[in-house]
């Protein structure tokens, strides 16, 4: 396992368009992030997972932003209804949690374009 | 007012000169500070972290932690042109769950 995998790396839709994109973590990480970057910003925190358990969610994941990890492995974020707005870089970052080991790993990102 | 403030820059030094990048933040509860350098349209690499004060070294980089101050800094020695990168400095709390970014400093070492 060479890190965090993210697919696709690069994704052009149409406003209005439902989009999914998925992470798979590093084999070993229990726990779970995603994160978005706009230009010329920090990545801002959406949600995380921590196995299968959902545990935290930002404000800025809206109810058209849905995220899965069943069976604690990898992860789905979708996005319905896209705006422009969601244009973005979208990563997905794996941790051994519980605090001795905080260091996120991050993946290549998935890179969002709404026309 | 954000919780992690960091200089964009741009930042541009000669090749060989030491850098020094900053951040500062106001969230008391914060105890794990990192830094992760990315590139151009490709994921936050980790460079190192640092558990509450100190400093850690690890090669031509050094990690410090002020934390009475809320300051954390990066020094690069004997800077090379491949160090030309987004530096972001993160940090979490106990139980290390969501990190909280810097706005990330864009730094470029001249040849």
């Known amino acids: 396992d060479t890190g965090v995998s993210q697919d696709p790396r690069h994704k052009i839709t149409k406003r209005g368009q439902n989009v999914t994109f998925r992470c798979d973590p590093i084999?070993?990480?229990?726990?779970l992030y995603w994160y978005r970057q706009t230009l010329g910003q920090g990545p801002e925190f959406l949600t995380y997972f921590q196995n299968e358990a959902q545990l935290e969610k930002s404000r800025l994941l809206s109810d058209r932003f849905s995220a899965e990890r069943p069976k604690g492995s990898f992860s789905t974020l979708e996005i319905q209804r896209t705006e422009q707005g969601d244009s973005a870089m979208y990563l997905c970052a794996s941790s051994q949690g519980l605090g001795v080991y905080p260091e996120a790993f991050f993946g290549q990102g998935t890179r969002l374009t709404v026309v | 007012q954000k919780e992690v403030e960091q200089d964009p820059g741009p930042l541009s030094v000669p090749e060989g000169a030491i850098v020094s990048l900053n951040c500062t933040y106001s969230?008391?509860?914060?105890?794990?500070f990192m830094w992760y350098r990315q590139y151009s349209r490709k994921g936050p690499e980790l460079l190192m972290y640092?558990?509450?004060?100190g400093n850690k070294e690890d090669g031509r980089f050094t990690a410090q932690v002020d934390k009475s101050s809320k300051y954390i800094s990066l020094f690069i020695r004997d800077s090379q042109p491949s160090d030309s990168a987004t530096y972001l400095c993160?940090?979490?709390?106990?139980?290390?769950?969501?990190?909280?970014f810097g706005q990330g400093t864009r730094l470029t070492i001249n040849p």
């Open positions: 969230n008391s509860a914060f105890q794990y």
């Open positions: 084999s070993e990480h229990n726990r």
């Open positions: 640092t558990y509450s004060s």
């Open positions: 993160a940090m979490t709390g106990q139980g290390a769950q969501k990190l909280v």
